[in-house]
């Protein structure tokens, strides 16, 4: 009997050390490193579409005013010598022309910047050096302006 325990303790002795659970810890490493890479790429995306996004929009709005700053260059200039009377009425008293028989306003209620037609909605006279342009334009889109007319 003896000679049996001891075969089992040499058994025993000469039995590999238990093994840990170590194995496996790669694959979640890998897929949260995985994951964090991917939501900072997306987050890196969302930063990037919404400054692209203002940049646009204060794009937009530049050409916005850069159109209203033409037409109002372009209605001053038209608005001198025989249309110059025109300017104190208010656009709806243009087509009688009484006081302004000379005066064609045609150029004063339609024009064209860039590829963009407007159309005169309404001018109404503040006082003696300015007044309101209101404008409609071919997109859709309309303007109010205030002018200060040069003498």
Same mark, same amino acid.
Do not use: K
């Given at each position: 009997m003896a000679a049996g325990n001891a075969s089992a303790?040499? /058994?025993l002795i000469r039995m590999p050390p238990p093994v840990r659970q170590s194995n496996g810890f790669v694959l979640p490493l890998a897929l949260t490193g !995985? %994951? +964090?890479l991917l939501l900072s790429s997306l987050s890196l995306q969302t930063l990037a579409f919404h400054g692209r996004q203002r940049s646009s929009q204060a794009l937009a709005t530049a050409k916005t005013r850069d159109a209203d700053q033409s037409v109002l260059m372009a209605?001053?200039?038209h608005a001198?010598? /025989?249309a110059a009377c025109l300017l104190a009425l208010p656009s !709806? %008293?243009?087509p009688a022309l009484e006081q302004c028989p000379a005066a064609d306003p !045609?150029? +004063?209620q339609a024009g064209r910047i860039d590829d963009r037609h407007w159309h005169l909605l309404a001018w109404q006279p503040t006082d003696a050096a300015g007044g309101t342009l209101q404008l409609s334009w071919s997109d859709g889109q309309q303007s109010?302006?205030?002018v200060e007319l040069q003498p």
């Open positions: 303790v040499v /058994a !995985s %994951a +964090l209605f001053q200039q001198q010598g /025989a !709806s %008293a243009w !045609s150029p +004063l109010r302006i205030d």
